[in-house]
């Protein structure tokens, strides 16, 4: 699916303003919990340094900023920003893409990405970014929608997509081609083992995710390696060379 940065943050600014509303409403309310799980999941520390990115409105920074957490939220859209600064006033928003993050290396001791991974044209570059700005150690958290294991879930989640989705965005968006690139991109989306594998490769450790809601969404995590990891892992590669050979 072409995702060209321009056409993707044009869309989102001219939804930013009900976009936060419309999200309740197409998820029948479960963005709140979705959010409640990521938070737990992040438990976000007074003091601590964490990037939000694709944070849009700042409605997945804000929780993290309530706990204490110094919280940057990064977006591709202007427009998402603007309403973000207007909400959030306390919230440092940032315009800039996750694929080229404008902060130094080891800089945010947590990264966190909700339901904006599936939107960026280059993810797997994204996650090599969210690797090199988190310190050592620092943690990832990748929200996203997925794929239901179970097959008659499957079918009653594609029959959602297929139909209610696009009808309710017809009577409550302005925009409803927005919401027919959401179901397209959520289609096109990778499952919850390959999206792991990414971010294994992107060079992750202790990677493993859960599903929410049956698996329409799952929450990834990952870490950076620290230097004494990373050795155990040169290591240990260097061991099975040697069986190899
Ligand atoms: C579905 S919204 C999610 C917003 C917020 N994280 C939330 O949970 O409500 C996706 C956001 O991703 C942003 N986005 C898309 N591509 C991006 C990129 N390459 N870099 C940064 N943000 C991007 C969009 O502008 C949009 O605000």
């Given at each position: ?25 197409l998820s029948g ?96 570059a994204a996650l ?9 150690g620092g943690r ?106």
């Open positions: 699916m072409q995702k060209d940065p321009d056409d993707v943050a044009g869309m989102f600014d001219a939804t930013a303003k009900r976009y936060d509303l419309l999200n309740s409403l309310g479960n963005d709140r919990l979705w959010r409640i799980h990521m938070q737990r999941a992040v438990k976000p520390q007074p003091g601590e340094r964490i990037l939000d990115v694709a944070a849009g409105t700042g409605a997945s920074s804000a929780p993290m900023a309530k706990a204490g957490a110094l919280v940057t939220a990064l977006d591709l859209s202007a427009g998402m920003i603007e309403e973000g600064r207007r909400r959030h006033p306390d919230i440092e928003f940032v315009h800039g893409s996750a694929e080229e993050l404008p902060f130094a290396s080891d800089t945010f001791d947590a990264v966190t990405i909700s339901f904006g991974l599936r939107n960026v044209q280059h993810p797997r090599s970014e969210f690797l090199r700005v988190l310190k050592p990832l958290f990748v929200c996203e929608f997925s794929q239901p294991p179970v097959n008659v879930v499957r079918r009653g989640y594609e029959a959602y997509l297929g139909t209610v989705l696009p009808g309710m965005a017809r009577l409550a968006s302005s925009n409803p081609e927005a919401y027919r690139y959401l179901v397209e991109s959520i289609r096109s989306w990778p499952d919850q083992q390959a999206l792991s594998q990414w971010i294994r490769t992107a060079g992750f450790t202790r990677v493993a995710h859960r599903n929410l809601t049956l698996g329409v969404v799952a929450l990834h995590r990952g870490r950076k390696p620290t230097e004494a990891t990373g050795a155990i892992r040169l290591a240990r590669h260097a061991q099975a060379d040697d069986q190899e050979a």
